[in-house]
């Protein structure tokens, strides 16, 4: 079931405080770079641009670590997949998002753990790990902000496994709907559209349901008048509507 503080904090954001954090002084910390994760990424050695097609893999489980990405246009989706061959959906990033960084957190030579799908056509920035490394070594702000975008993706990982925890496909489907809001969500007069064209069968891969299951579900909702869809666009009418009717 889904609860109604996940909700809302699924769509409000938090200032952190600034100055002490306990009895601790922030006074000596490394001043934060004036660039962006995008503009560091972008400007380092063999850094290259990347577009990659809808469905397509960017890289597969055991394949060896050598880049980093961070995702400029689009949405990526990250799955473990296990020995029985079922594939478990935990993360959907996107855009601003950094992945692949396993070689930097051992600091040794390691493979890849996920696969790694387009969910929709992306256009990244990759550069070496090498690379990543050495401008770590070389200006510690560049790790901090590095951190805080790791921060971010254990953050998504951890939304997803919990709307995946939902044994229910109804409350899964609407709890991964109100993830889409709040990291693809654009406010508008009717509610809140998601910007991704949403395939029911790409729904249904990334929950882990069938494409017959999310038809009818989908269904529902927009004969209830929680939803409205339009081109493979999906527009949440009510957020909060939509997550009571499964609470």
């Known amino acids: 079931m889904l609860a109604m ?27 934060p770079t004036s660039r962006t994760l995008l503009e560091v990424i972008r400007d380092l050695d063999g850094a290259n641009t990347e577009l990659i097609e809808r469905n397509k893999t960017i890289f597969f489980p055991g394949d060896p670590a050598e880049k980093v990405y ?41 493979d890849r753990f ?27 702000s560049v790790g901090l902000l590095l ?45 809140i559209t998601i910007d991704l064209r949403l395939s029911h069968q790409a729904i249904a891969e990334a929950i882990g349901s069938t494409r017959v299951t999310i038809t009818r579900l989908l269904g529902d909702l927009r004969n209830s008048g929680l939803v409205e869809i339009d081109r493979k666009k999906i527009t949440v009418l009510d957020p909060i509507a939509l997550a009571k009717r499964f609470s």
């Not at 200032?15 to 000596?28: I, T």
């Not at 920035?125 to 200006?139: G, K, L, M, N």
């Open 70 to 110: 961070l995702i400029r246009r689009g949405a990526v989706r990250l799955s473990r997949v296990y020995e029985s061959g079922e594939e478990i959906t935990v993360a959907l990033l996107r855009e601003n998002s950094l992945f692949g960084v396993l070689s930097l957190l051992t600091g040794h030579r390691s």
């Open 114 to 140: 996920y696969h790694s799908v387009a969910f929709t056509r992306v256009e990244m920035v990759t550069a070496p790990a090498t690379s990543v490394r050495q401008a770590i070594e070389a200006d510690t």
């Open 5 to 31: 503080p996940d909700v809302i904090r699924g769509f409000s954001r938090t200032v952190p405080q600034q100055g002490r954090m306990g009895n601790v002084s922030l006074a000596n910390a490394p001043a």
């Open 147 to 191: 951190l805080q975008g790791l921060s971010s993706r254990i953050l998504q990982t951890e939304t997803m496994i919990e709307t995946l925890t939902h044994r229910d496909m109804s409350s899964r489907l609407v709890s991964f709907l109100l993830v889409l809001c709040r990291d693809f969500g654009i406010p508008g007069s009717q509610g």
